[in-house]
């Protein structure tokens, strides 16, 4: 069974230059089936910040046909050891909305109906250049209301240049990130979400995009100085 993973860590700053210039590469790891290696930054973030144009916090989403790969790369490659210094979590796919190339997606979908159990969302767009400027326009408002929801427990986004833009959250529920996306939400302006997908729909901002939502299966590691942001543990075993 393939699973993925997402990986974050602060590297120094050679160290995350490296591995942004000569990024995970599937051709070159065994088990691998593809990855997408990007700079973090905090949701929400003015557009004008160094944090929008790089960061020495890395990411990293990949997709391995087992964890026995996973833990070989984490234990045995060079990048994979500077990377295993950070924090990671391992995921199972549930289910996806629009389509992205590299990854190979499942095409089964898990369907849960228990609303109450922790989930991830990952988003990745490949951007057309010209709706960039609007795309932030609308996105960062989202990008805020993502960050400031008390639904989840950890939410970022990443870059990769010239064009890839992605967000990574954890949601203590899966109906907290469900009312998100709907507008029913109890924090404040809870349509921002609802509104961006509403301007996508006049004009697209991308040429690929997908949301993927997964179960977390396990986290390892430190994240600012904390190292259990999955919710409810001993319920998902």
């Known amino acids: 069974m ?21 990024p995970v590469n599937s051709k070159q790891i065994s088990g691998l089936i593809y990855a997408e290696t990007m700079s973090a930054m905090i949701l929400g973030s003015p557009i004008f910040t160094v ?30 050891r500077k990377i295993a210094k950070g924090y990671h979590i391992r995921l199972k796919f549930l289910r996806q909305w629009g389509r ?34 609007r795309f932030l326009r609308w996105g960062r408002p989202v990008e805020k209301q993502v960050r400031e929801d008390n639904g989840t427990t950890l939410s970022l986004a990443s ?10 959250s954890i949601w203590k529920t899966q109906k907290a990130m469900t009312d998100m996306v709907h507008g029913h939400s109890k924090m404040p302006q809870p349509k921002r979400h609802i509104n961006a997908m509403k301007e996508r729909d006049k004009k697209d901002f991308h040429f690929e995009f997908t949301t993927l939502r997964f179960k977390p299966l396990a986290e390892f590691g430190e994240w600012q100085n904390k190292s259990d942001y999955i919710p409810d543990k001993a319920e998902m075993s």
């Open 51 to 80: 944090s929008r144009i790089f960061s020495r916090n890395i990411v990293i989403f990949a997709q391995w046909e087992n964890e026995s790969y996973l833990n070989d790369f984490l234990q045995s490659n060079l990048k994979g």
């Open 159 to 168: 870059i990769q240049y010239p064009n890839i833009i992605s967000t990574f």
């Open 100 to 133: 992205i190339s590299g990854f190979q997606i499942p095409d089964k979908e898990l369907n849960t109906q228990n609303e109450n159990i922790p989930v991830v969302a990952v988003t990745i767009a490949r951007m057309r250049y010209r709706q960039i400027p």
């Open 2 to 22: 393939t699973v993925f993973s997402y990986h974050i860590v602060k590297l120094p700053l050679t160290s995350a230059l490296r591995i942004i210039f000569f």
